[in-house]
C-alpha cells in the first residue's frame, strides 16, 4: 500500500512558476516509478511526466522544455517544477506511483493559471 499527498497547488499569472510536491508513505519499496497527471474539467485525465526508479525521465510534448520532473529519495518526495505557465495548463494535477503493476493517486492539487 502507498499513500500519495500532493501540494503546492494555487492561482498564478501566465508567465509564472509553481512547485509541486507529492510525498510518499505507507509501503513504499519497489515502486518502479512515479508520474504526474493532470485533469481539467470535461476532459480525459492525461500524462504529463514519469519519473523511474533508475532516474529516467520523460514528459509529455505540451510540457517539454517547461516542466521538470525530480525527486528527494530522503524525504520520499518527487516534484513537479513548472516554469512558464499557461492558462491550458490549468488543471486538478495528480501524482501516481507503480508498485507492482498497480498504480496509486493522490487527492490531487488544483492549478489555475490566469490573469
Known amino acids: 500500500q502507498v499513500q500519495l499527498v500532493e501540494s503546492g497547488g494555487g492561482l498564478v499569472q501566465p508567465g509564472g512558476s509553481l512547485r509541486l510536491s507529492c510525498v510518499t508513505s505507507g509501503s513504499i519499496f519497489s515502486i518502479n516509478a512515479m508520474g504526474w497527471f493532470r485533469q481539467a474539467p470535461g476532459k480525459q485525465r492525461e500524462w504529463v511526466a514519469t519519473l523511474t526508479s533508475a532516474g529516467s525521465t520523460n514528459y509529455a510534448d505540451s510540457v517539454k522544455g517547461r516542466f521538470t520532473i525530480s525527486r528527494d529519495n530522503a524525504k520520499n518526495t518527487v516534484y513537479l517544477q513548472m516554469n512558464s505557465l499557461k492558462p491550458e495548463d490549468t488543471a486538478v494535477y495528480y501524482c501516481?506511483?507503480?508498485?507492482?503493476?498497480?498504480?496509486?493517486w493522490g487527492q490531487g492539487t488544483q492549478v489555475t493559471v490566469s490573469s
Open positions: 501516481n506511483a507503480n508498485q507492482w503493476g498497480r498504480l496509486y
